[in-house]
């Protein structure tokens, strides 16, 4: 798996949940825009941000504008996804991924791991 996904839990309406990413063995993480989408059960995929080699973000056009903020540590190779007040609609299953270049380009995921899910009760 080239990209693990990690951070995911069970929370309470309200509260802030981490997640973050690392790259496999073998995958030059630092090269990649680096984003997170996630997918409930029964439900479209949802883009939430990307950010490319240079930090640059891009948001999706979905419904976590202002509450999740995506961030990259180049020193640590991970991307992580600072999620806040958290809502039962944001229960899914969220995916880190991979463009297939440095920069977020239309949002086109090429590859992804895992995922971790995240389960947040009224």
């Known amino acids: 798996v080239q990209l693990q996904a990690s951070g995911g839990g069970s929370v309470q309406a309200g509260d802030s949940l981490t997640l973050s990413c690392k790259g496999g063995?073998?995958?030059?993480?630092?090269?990649?825009?680096i984003g997170w989408f996630r997918q409930a059960p029964g439900k479209a995929r949802e883009v939430i941000s990307c950010?490319?080699?240079?930090?640059?973000?891009?948001d999706g056009a979905g419904s976590v504008s202002g509450r999740f903020k995506i961030s990259r540590d180049s020193f640590e190779n991970t991307v992580s996804l600072q999620m806040t007040s958290l809502k039962p609609e944001d229960t899914a299953r969220y995916y880190c991924?991979?463009?297939?270049?440095?920069?977020?380009?239309?949002?086109?995921?090429?590859?992804w791991g895992l995922g971790t899910q995240v389960t947040v009760s009224s």
């Open positions: 991924a991979a463009m297939s270049g440095s920069y977020c380009l239309d949002l086109d995921f090429q590859t």
């Open positions: 063995s073998g995958f030059s993480f630092s090269q990649y825009a």
């Open positions: 950010i490319s080699s240079s930090h640059r973000t891009t």
